[in-house]
């Protein structure tokens, strides 16, 4: 919210300086967005006259205006705004003028075959407010080549603050002032708002609200007054350069004062032409299908959750959000009827959104306006109307009640030290609460404290607290250390975080780099990936290629070595370890580790190198990061299964699932499916692998932290090997099963050292040679003892696999 | 040669040494030489001939030639026998004398052959040492910015006492608002841009959780039920010392806001914790997370619906030059939110509001990841441009600790 210096001090007796005030602001909660002595930031600008605008030869939107702007010569100007046209006065910039909304100087140049020599500007080309639909429009008695800030007043200091959704009562320039004065910056001064005496019965009834009781009602209390016979028209400068200063567009007198008191009390009101309501106005809500002509001239469609207020031929304003073009008051209005109403904040807001319409009256009425100013503030309207136009009112015409908290606070003092830290005297407490206007009683320890009507934000002890300390300024709270539970703390992580810690630095050590991709991904990706329901789409994406939640890292990652594939890199080493969204429900939610390899980004190394051939990835390259990840975690990846059950996306020869029993799977690996690397328009050979680190068991309590003892044997170890001839089928981990399990206590280790096929080994069988290491541990082992262990491998080995051995 | 000075006797004229396969052995029956003759004529052969073996190969044929079975001084040996007594012994020691000193030389020269052959070896087997290597897989992975920061998050906060707790991406309405005060309606609700997702059978809406505070209310709230999963934090009891890190979700996309980013919360629940020490644990945070002696914090009033009293808290800076300096300068940079715990909060976690009290922060991870580590644009983290990641990740074995240091 914007406001000048000078309009404050018409609130508050103050000596303190722009700067001063400015710090303060930010102290107390009301943050200063930026203070800007706008005649300095705007002196170059000048009042002009566009004296002829006409089309320009080669662009549709563009005009050539001659422009005078008191140089005693005509400056050619291209002006794309829609309300360029002939003999409109505005505001220029000469070249050579920085202009703030843009960030840019301006210069001489040449736009589409025609000279432009500066700029015709809009308010938000000036930071005067948002609007930047069409340059600045003046009156047609502005003198020209004027410095604009001079003409507009507009030569002090402006604040921005910014204002939290609890703070209504600070949405007026006096809410601030009594927060500054309440900080002892100065003292508030109070505004007349005392009844105006009628001339006589209203000529509009009081509205009646006709709502039947289920039915939203945003109303609560309307105030309106008719004033007959005032004369409308420009309202006085003072009031112009108010509004300009703070980026409103002065529009007539009445119009003018609706804004002064909205912006000035925090208290919205709205201007009807009386001669142009059309019989009994009334409250309702809106019916289907009808629409409001709003004053931004646009126009709105209304549904039957949205309060209006209307006449026999429908709807003259939103309640709450904005007029109607229809009843507007212009230079012509010689009737005015005030409205000064009371909303439900709750519903002005759901209106708001569901209208996308952002007002000032919405602003200030879905943050709460003062209830207690509904009739004060349109006694405060009508006696302004009064001295700026004249006429008559005529007695108010109320409906409906307005709604107010009332909240009683019973507040021990002690609250502020324990909530705070900070100790405040019992005095200065009552002082500070005195001042934001809260009425106290009771003495001692605990007061009773009344909450004013401008503060319906406040309930509790914990919210008077707050004032206490804005008021005497956080920075004034003793820094105080947090006293520890145990001095040297414990073990912080669980297993899950520190398996995730574990995979991302195993993963980075074997030369992956580390994605952090998007948890939505397109709705084909996720089906493709075994996802896509319904319950894990979003319903308002936004965007298409980010609407339902990811149940696997790899269409993260895969679209990731695509895009850095059209950005030249081909051999790329990813992974990711984050979460996957297997169902809506929390325990759908796990925690993966998955990576790809793609062209030659092997362990080590990629791409051509005088040491090597640069070899494709392959399934052996997924398997190996993926036994490595399992291995960082405590897993060997010889004693879990590895089973030729490749997942979808995987080639189906190459690939297979990690299992621990017939229940837990705890990962995939395997190279991608050749249809999939086509479908998902990628090039080149990719490896990939996925690990469910939720799937991972938890590890055993032992009950001390002792490694199992080392039994050393002082014999040698001895190895044998052994060549079978298998079915092509028969997996090697078969094998090695069949021949670790022969004698557990001699054979320490089994090997595969070669396998091959071809026609001397038979059609459809293969050899698979092992070496067998035994160590012995009491004696050295005889020819006999070494023969029986032999046959017994062989044994479980021919038994097991169907194969025989190699002679 | 050492062998070459215990020479006894001048020879006559030089021996050309004859080719090895045609060395004669000297002949008993024609005997027209004396023995003393025989000896100085073989010595002088041979010791020509182990001169000039040009290798191991060479010698070994001239060893196998003088001292072999059929060697020329295994000759002269084996003439003793027929010796008579008095001449033999004379001719015994000068023949055997012969046979080592040959010997002798023999092994003398192999030591300078095999000396000469390992040189030689060497040198053939020189490589240019400025061949570039691969990268070593550890030169080569990356550990994502957003990972490192939370690790030295944990790092510091862990050292202070605190544990990490999380709950899931996928949220009530209950729990991302609801419970933490915010009314149906309120105009804060609105602010936080929520992903909803399609309803399930059951009509019920749930949503992305827009910021990591549902977190909270699931460790505070009393109750006896378990977490749905293992990795959700189970419900604790005062004193509570907790961080959130997590993904959360708004829909908004612009330079400085993506539709997911990285928040961590902090929350301490107990019966004494106040603003004052609140201060404290962001001050200690802020100075070890920047790596700076001082920080100057200015806290500023604000509002959230989960805490009461609120603040916002800006952090000194100076953003004069390309890098932003935390700790000196004259810019304010806002940082985090803050506040203590709001009653109703407390009180929906089922905890006595008079009886326990606590504060609450956040921040954004991507964002204190930017301001310490220079990263210009938030939606690059999530892009996963392998030249990015190259440059801003970390080295796998960079672990953040307080004892070695967060960062190198």
Same mark, same amino acid.
């Given at each position: 919210?914007?406001?000048?210096?000078?309009?404050?001090?018409?609130?508050?007796?103050?000596?303190?300086?722009?700067?001063?005030?400015?710090?303060?602001?930010?102290?107390?909660?009301?943050?200063?967005?930026?203070?800007?002595?706008?005649?300095?930031?705007?002196?170059?600008?000048?009042?002009?006259?566009?004296?002829?605008?006409?089309?320009?030869?080669?662009?549709?939107?563009?005009?050539?205006?001659?422009?005078?702007?008191?140089?005693?010569?005509?400056?050619?100007?291209?002006?794309?705004?829609?309300?360029?046209?002939?003999?409109?006065?505005?505001?220029?910039?000469?070249?050579?003028?920085?202009?703030?909304?843009?960030?840019?100087?301006?210069?001489?140049?040449?736009?589409?075959?025609?000279?432009?020599?500066?700029?015709?500007?809009?308010?938000?080309?000036?930071?005067?407010?948002?609007?930047?639909?069409?340059?600045?429009?003046?009156?047609?008695?502005?003198?020209?080549?004027?410095?604009?800030?001079?003409?507009?007043?507009?030569?002090?200091?402006?604040?921005?603050?910014?204002?939290?959704?609890?703070?209504?009562?600070?949405?007026?320039?006096?809410?601030?002032?009594?927060?500054?004065?309440?900080?002892?910056?100065?003292?508030?001064?109070?505004?007349?708002?005392?009844?105006?005496?009628?001339?006589?019965?209203?000529?509009?009834?009081?509205?009646?609200?006709?709502?039947?009781?289920?039915?939203?009602?945003?109303?609560?209390?309307?105030?309106?007054?008719?004033?007959?016979?005032?004369?409308?028209?420009?309202?006085?400068?003072?009031?112009?350069?108010?509004?300009?200063?703070?980026?409103?567009?002065?529009?007539?007198?009445?119009?003018?004062?609706?804004?002064?008191?909205?912006?000035?009390?925090?208290?919205?009101?709205?201007?009807?032409?009386?001669?142009?309501?059309?019989?009994?106005?009334?409250?309702?809500?809106?019916?289907?299908?009808?629409?409001?002509?709003?004053?931004?001239?646009?126009?709105?469609?209304?549904?039957?959750?949205?309060?209006?207020?209307?006449?026999?031929?429908?709807?003259?304003?939103?309640?709450?959000?904005?007029?109607?073009?229809?009843?507007?008051?212009?230079?012509?209005?010689?009737?005015?009827?005030?409205?000064?109403?009371?909303?439900?904040?709750?519903?002005?807001?759901?209106?708001?959104?569901?209208?996308?319409?952002?007002?000032?009256?919405?602003?200030?009425?879905?943050?709460?306006?003062?209830?207690?100013?509904?009739?004060?503030?349109?006694?405060?309207?009508?006696?302004?109307?009064?001295?700026?136009?004249?006429?008559?009112?005529?007695?108010?015409?109320? @409906?409906?009640?307005?709604?107010?908290?009332? !909240?009683?606070?019973?507040?021990? %003092? $002690?609250? =502020? /030290? *324990?909530?705070?830290?900070?100790?405040?005297?019992?005095?200065?407490?009552?002082?500070?609460?005195?001042?934001?206007?809260?009425?106290?009683?009771?003495?001692?320890?605990?007061?009773?404290?009344?909450?004013?009507?401008?503060?319906?934000?406040?309930?509790?002890?914990?919210?008077?607290?707050?004032?206490?300390?804005?008021?005497?300024?956080?920075?004034?709270?003793?820094?105080?250390?947090?006293?520890?539970?145990?001095?040297?703390?414990?073990?912080?992580?669980?297993?899950?975080?520190?398996?995730?810690?574990?995979?991302?630095?195993?993963?980075?050590?074997?030369?992956?780099?580390?994605?952090?991709?998007?948890?939505?991904?397109?709705?084909?990706?996720?089906?493709?990936?075994?996802?896509?329901?319904?319950?894990?789409?979003?319903?308002?994406?936004?965007? @298409?290629?980010?609407?339902?939640?990811?149940? !696997?890292?790899?269409?993260?990652? %895969? $679209?990731? =070595? /695509? *895009?850095?594939?059209?950005?030249?890199?081909?051999?790329?080493?990813?992974?990711?370890?984050?979460?996957?969204?297997?169902?809506?429900?929390?325990?759908?939610?796990?925690?993966?580790?998955?990576?790809?390899?793609?062209?030659?980004?092997?362990?080590?190394?990629?791409?051509?190198?005088?040491?090597?051939?640069?070899?494709?990835?392959?399934?052996?390259?997924?398997?190996?990061?993926?036994?490595?990840?399992?291995?960082?975690?405590?897993?060997?990846?010889?004693?879990?299964?590895?089973?030729?059950?490749?997942?979808?996306?995987?080639?189906?020869?190459?690939?297979?699932?990690?299992?621990?029993?017939?229940?837990?799977?705890?990962?995939?690996?395997?190279?991608?499916?050749?249809?999939?690397?086509?479908?998902?328009?990628?090039?080149?050979?990719?490896?990939?692998?996925?690990?469910?680190?939720?799937?991972?068991?938890?590890?055993?309590?032992?009950?001390?932290?002792?490694?199992?003892?080392?039994?050393?044997?002082?014999?040698?170890?001895?190895?044998?090997?052994?060549?079978?001839?298998?079915?092509?089928?028969?997996?090697?981990?078969?094998?090695?099963?069949?021949?670790?399990?022969?004698?557990?206590?001699?054979?320490?280790?089994?090997?595969?050292?070669?396998?091959?096929?071809?026609?001397?080994?038979?059609?459809?069988?293969?050899?698979?040679?092992?070496?067998?290491?035994?160590?012995?541990?009491?004696?050295?082992?005889?020819?006999?003892?070494?023969?029986?262990?032999?046959?017994?491998?062989?044994?479980?080995?021919?038994?097991?696999?169907?194969?025989?051995?190699?002679? | 040669?050492?062998?070459?000075?215990?020479?006894?006797?001048?020879?006559?004229?030089?021996?050309?040494?004859?080719?090895?396969?045609?060395?004669?052995?000297?002949?008993?029956?024609?005997?027209?030489?004396?023995?003393?003759?025989?000896?100085?004529?073989?010595?002088?052969?041979?010791?020509?001939?182990?001169?000039?073996?040009?290798?191991?190969?060479?010698?070994?044929?001239?060893?196998?030639?003088?001292?072999?079975?059929?060697?020329?001084?295994?000759?002269?040996?084996?003439?003793?026998?027929?010796?008579?007594?008095?001449?033999?012994?004379?001719?015994?020691?000068?023949?055997?004398?012969?046979?080592?000193?040959?010997?002798?030389?023999?092994?003398?020269?192999?030591?300078?052959?095999?000396?000469?052959?390992?040189?030689?070896?060497?040198?053939?087997?020189?490589?240019?040492?400025?061949?570039?290597?691969?990268?070593?897989?550890?030169?080569?992975?990356?550990?994502?910015?957003?990972?490192?920061?939370?690790?030295?998050?944990?790092?510091?906060?862990?050292?202070?006492?605190?544990?990490?707790?999380?709950?899931?991406?996928?949220?009530?309405?209950?729990?991302?608002?609801?419970?933490?005060?915010?009314?149906?309606?309120?105009?804060?609700?609105?602010?936080?841009?929520?992903?909803?997702?399609?309803?399930?059978?059951?009509?019920?809406?749930?949503?992305?959780?827009?910021?990591?505070?549902?977190?909270?209310?699931?460790?505070?709230?009393?109750?006896?039920?378990?977490?749905?999963?293992?990795?959700?934090?189970?419900?604790?009891?005062?004193?509570?010392?907790?961080?959130?890190?997590?993904?959360?979700?708004?829909?908004?996309?612009?330079?400085?806001?993506?539709?997911?980013?990285?928040?961590?919360?902090?929350?301490?629940?107990?019966?004494?914790?106040?603003?004052?020490?609140?201060?404290?644990?962001?001050?200690?945070?802020?100075?070890?997370?920047?790596?700076?002696?001082?920080?100057?914090?200015?806290?500023?009033?604000?509002?959230?619906?989960?805490?009461?009293?609120?603040?916002?808290?800006?952090?000194?800076?100076?953003?004069?030059?390309?890098?932003?300096?935390?700790?000196?300068?004259?810019?304010?940079?806002?940082?985090?939110?803050?506040?203590?715990?709001?009653?109703?909060?407390?009180?929906?976690?089922?905890?006595?509001?008079?009886?326990?009290?606590?504060?609450?922060?956040?921040?954004?991870?991507?964002?204190?990841?930017?301001?310490?580590?220079?990263?210009?644009?938030?939606?690059?983290?999530?892009?996963?441009?392998?030249?990015?990641?190259?440059?801003?990740?970390?080295?796998?074995?960079?672990?953040?600790?307080?004892?070695?240091?967060?960062?190198?």
């Amino acid at each position: 919210m914007k406001f000048t210096l000078d309009w404050l001090q018409d609130h508050l007796d103050t000596d303190a300086s722009a700067d001063e005030i400015g710090k303060t602001l930010t102290l107390v909660g009301l943050e200063l967005e930026s203070m800007e002595d706008q005649g300095k930031a705007l002196s170059a600008f000048v009042t002009a006259h566009i004296v002829s605008a006409e089309q320009h030869p080669n662009a549709d939107k563009l005009r050539v205006c001659k422009v005078d702007a008191g140089t005693g010569e005509l400056i050619d100007v291209v002006c794309g705004a829609p309300n360029a046209r002939t003999g409109l006065k505005s505001v220029f910039a000469f070249p050579g003028t920085y202009i703030p909304g843009k960030d840019m100087t301006i210069g001489k140049g040449n736009i589409r075959g025609q000279v432009s020599n500066g700029m015709l500007c809009s308010n938000a080309e000036l930071e005067l407010s948002e609007d930047h639909d069409g340059i600045i429009e003046l009156p047609e008695d502005t003198p020209v080549g004027m410095k604009y800030v001079d003409y507009a007043g507009i030569n002090g200091v402006v604040f921005d603050i910014s204002i939290t959704p609890n703070r209504g009562d600070a949405t007026g320039v006096y809410g601030i002032a009594r927060d500054l004065a309440a900080f002892g910056l100065g003292t508030l001064k109070s505004t007349d708002m005392s009844p105006v005496p009628s001339k006589g019965p209203s000529p509009i009834a009081p509205l009646p609200q006709l709502f039947s009781g289920d039915e939203p009602k945003t109303i609560r209390k309307f105030g309106g007054r008719y004033i007959k016979g005032v004369k409308n028209g420009p309202s006085p400068a003072w009031l112009q350069q108010r509004l300009r200063a703070v980026g409103l567009r002065p529009i007539n007198a009445i119009v003018d004062i609706t804004n002064l008191v909205s912006l000035g009390w925090g208290r919205p009101l709205h201007a009807y032409d009386a001669d142009k309501i059309v019989g009994q106005p009334v409250l309702r809500n809106a019916r289907a299908g009808e629409t409001l002509d709003a004053l931004d001239n646009k126009v709105y469609p209304l549904d039957e959750t949205m309060t209006v207020i209307a006449d026999d031929q429908g709807p003259l304003c939103l309640g709450g959000i904005m007029g109607g073009l229809r009843s507007g008051s212009t230079d012509e209005t010689v009737n005015v009827f005030m409205e000064c109403a009371s909303w439900d904040p709750e519903l002005v807001a759901r209106t708001g959104r569901k209208t996308g319409i952002v007002s000032d009256a919405r602003y200030r009425l879905e943050r709460n306006v003062d209830p207690a100013l509904t009739e004060p503030g349109l006694e405060l309207a009508t006696r302004l109307v009064m001295e700026l136009c004249g006429g008559e009112p005529m007695e108010p015409a109320i @409906s409906g009640e307005d709604v107010f908290a009332n !909240s009683v606070v019973e507040f021990p %003092l $002690a609250e =502020v /030290r *324990r909530l705070t830290g900070l100790s405040v005297e019992p005095m200065i407490v009552t002082a500070i609460l005195s001042r934001l206007g809260f009425e106290m009683s009771g003495k001692g320890e605990t007061l009773t404290v009344k909450v004013p009507s401008w503060r319906p934000d406040v309930t509790q002890k914990a919210d008077l607290v707050e004032e206490v300390m804005r008021m005497v300024g956080v920075d004034n709270i003793p820094v105080e250390p947090l006293p520890r539970l145990n001095h040297v703390a414990q073990r912080m992580l669980t297993t899950i975080q520190n398996r995730r810690r574990i995979a991302r630095r195993a993963l980075a050590a074997r030369g992956l780099d580390e994605a952090v991709t998007w948890s939505f991904i397109s709705h084909e990706e996720a089906s493709r990936f075994g996802g896509g329901q319904e319950t894990l789409q979003l319903a308002n994406a936004i965007a @298409s290629d980010m609407t339902d939640m990811r149940p !696997s890292l790899l269409p993260g990652l %895969l $679209a990731a =070595v /695509r *895009r850095n594939g059209n950005r030249g890199s081909n051999d790329l080493a990813l992974f990711e370890v984050g979460q996957v969204f297997l169902s809506d429900a929390p325990e759908g939610q796990h925690t993966y580790a998955s990576g790809v390899r793609s062209g030659t980004a092997r362990l080590d190394g990629s791409g051509r190198h005088w040491s090597g051939k640069a070899e494709a990835v392959g399934v052996f390259d997924a398997k190996a990061d993926l036994a490595a990840v399992l291995d960082a975690l405590g897993i060997d990846i010889e004693k879990v299964q590895v089973l030729a059950e490749p997942p979808a996306w995987s080639h189906p020869g190459r690939g297979g699932r990690i299992a621990l029993g017939p229940k837990v799977t705890l990962g995939w690996f395997g190279e991608l499916h050749p249809a999939w690397i086509d479908a998902l328009d990628l090039t080149g050979p990719v490896a990939a692998f996925e690990i469910d680190l939720d799937a991972l068991p938890e590890p055993r309590k032992k009950a001390t932290k002792t490694k199992p003892a080392l039994d050393l044997s002082p014999l040698m170890p001895l190895s044998r090997d052994f060549a079978f001839v298998v079915d092509k089928a028969v997996t090697a981990g078969a094998i090695l099963r069949a021949a670790r399990g022969a004698d557990k206590a001699l054979i320490r280790d089994v090997n595969v050292f070669d396998v091959f096929e071809g026609a001397h080994v038979g059609e459809g069988k293969k050899s698979v040679a092992i070496e067998v290491t035994l160590q012995p541990m009491e004696k050295t082992l005889t020819d006999e003892e070494i023969d029986k262990v032999s046959a017994a491998i062989v044994g479980a080995v021919t038994k097991a696999s169907g194969g025989v051995l190699r002679t | 040669m050492v062998s070459l000075s215990n020479q006894e006797v001048g020879h006559t004229g030089p021996a050309t040494p004859s080719p090895l396969g045609k060395c004669r052995m000297p002949s008993l029956e024609s005997f027209s030489m004396s023995l003393e003759q025989q000896i100085s004529t073989l010595r002088a052969e041979l010791s020509a001939a182990i001169a000039a073996a040009a290798d191991e190969a060479g010698l070994d044929a001239v060893r196998v030639a003088a001292l072999g079975k059929k060697g020329s001084v295994s000759a002269l040996l084996a003439s003793l026998g027929s010796m008579a007594p008095e001449e033999r012994k004379s001719a015994g020691p000068a023949i055997n004398g012969l046979k080592s000193e040959i010997a002798g030389l023999i092994e003398a020269a192999s030591t300078v052959l095999k000396a000469k052959a390992l040189d030689a070896r060497l040198a053939a087997e020189t490589v240019d040492i400025t061949l570039p290597l691969q990268p070593a897989p550890t030169a080569r992975g990356r550990v994502h910015p957003i990972s490192q920061t939370i690790d030295e998050i944990t790092a510091i906060f862990s050292d202070m006492g605190f544990s990490i707790a999380e709950g899931p991406d996928i949220e009530t309405d209950y729990f991302n608002f609801t419970a933490l005060n915010f009314p149906e309606g309120h105009p804060a609700r609105e602010m936080h841009d929520t992903f909803f997702m399609k309803p399930g059978p059951d009509g019920v809406k749930k949503l992305l959780r827009t910021h990591t505070s549902p977190v909270q209310m699931r460790v505070m709230q009393r109750g006896n039920e378990k977490p749905a999963a293992s990795y959700i934090t189970p419900r604790m009891d005062p004193p509570i010392r907790v961080v959130m890190p997590g993904r959360t979700y708004r829909n908004d996309s612009d330079q400085t806001h993506t539709p997911m980013f990285h928040q961590v919360e902090g929350l301490v629940i107990d019966k004494s914790s106040h603003i004052g020490q609140l201060r404290w644990v962001l001050e200690e945070f802020l100075k070890a997370y920047f790596e700076v002696p001082n920080v100057t914090l200015r806290f500023r009033p604000s509002f959230f619906p989960f805490t009461e009293p609120s603040m916002e808290v800006d952090v000194q800076c100076d953003r004069s030059g390309s890098e932003v300096k935390i700790g000196e300068g004259n810019d304010w940079l806002e940082i985090l939110g803050c506040g203590m715990v709001h009653p109703n909060v407390i009180r929906n976690a089922g905890l006595d509001p008079d009886v326990y009290q606590g504060f609450a922060w956040g921040m954004g991870i991507d964002r204190i990841a930017m301001l310490k580590y220079g990263m210009p644009d938030l939606r690059a983290f999530f892009d996963a441009d392998q030249r990015w990641l190259d440059h801003y990740g970390f080295r796998p074995l960079d672990l953040p600790t307080l004892f070695g240091g967060l960062s190198s």
